[in-house]
């Protein structure tokens, strides 16, 4: 219930990232184009990777899943951020920011996990290449994928609970282009402790979890390397896990700072947010074609076909 003597809000202002109209115009420009690159580039990598037989391995059933992830990660916020950069009224109601703030725990656990089972999948192919069709059956592909996926909603879920029992009535302005956690808690005027309990708590054993089980698998990965005898295989087995490595560091680094600093309404919150929810499902697609020779060789063999008919 709300406090008394207080109107309860039944929507928010979404400040953004400009008040100019001018600054907004360009911005508008500038996120429409990396949202339209996001999805050519995460659907070009989910048709390849489908249409290609030499990708049907569990490297890259890993990926399509990551694909498909990026391009829920990026719809949860972008599309709200343009319809706010050409509209006056920018507000978004507290059941739509809920809903928001949902789908970005849901998709962002949900990828946290998929990239430790990424680095698993990594470990057990060039520490045990003989034993990788045995220990990446079609079987335990599927649970790591599904387990990833319900993993992420029971993190959703446990964050968006208590957050439905808060009540809004202090201030109905978000110094932000979207809803997340941390920046409704100020706006609460109930008691948010057992909120933020929970998301400190999700935040770490998500995070921490799967970090660990990240660095398990390079300390393992980095030891076999060192003992190949020739620099080219070192250099082989590498080059495989530098566009994993170069999607961890993208994601962790951006959302355990946003997560873990405190709300302060800092631009420095909006640059994170920025990063790990508009910038990396961008750069996703980009990172694995550029760097793997067999993608880019996929994506020819699929033009060719495509233009023989």
Known sequence: MAL?????????????????????????????????????????????????????????????????????????TVPKLLENLLSQKKTISVKGCLAQVFFLFEAGATEVCLLAVMAYDRFAAICHPLLYGQLMSSLLCNGLVWGSWSLGFLNALLNILPAMNLDFCRDDSIPHYSCELPSLFPLSCSDVSTSFTV?????????????????????????????ISTSSGRSKSFSTCSSHLTTVLLLYGSAFLRYLMPTSGSPLEVIFSIQYSVVTPLVNPLIYSLKNNEVKAAVKRTLRKHFHY
Do not use: K, W
Not at 49 to 62: G, N, V
Not at 206 to 227: D, E, H, N, P, Q
């Open 4 to 76: 008394e003597n207080h109107s309860t809000i039944n929507e928010f202002i979404l400040l953004g990232l400009s008040a100019a109209p001018h600054i907004q115009a360009l911005l508008f420009g500038l996120f429409l184009e990396i949202y339209l690159l996001t999805m050519a580039g995460n659907l070009m990598m989910l048709v390849v990777i489908r249409a290609d037989s030499h990708l049907h391995t569990p490297m890259y059933f890993f990926l399509s899943h990551l694909s498909f992830l990026d391009l829920c990660f990026s719809s949860v």
């Open 199 to 227: 998301l400190l708590s999700s935040s770490l054993l998500y995070g921490l979890g799967t970090s660990f089980l990240i660095f398990y698998s390079y300390a393992r990965i980095v030891s076999t390397i060192l003992s």
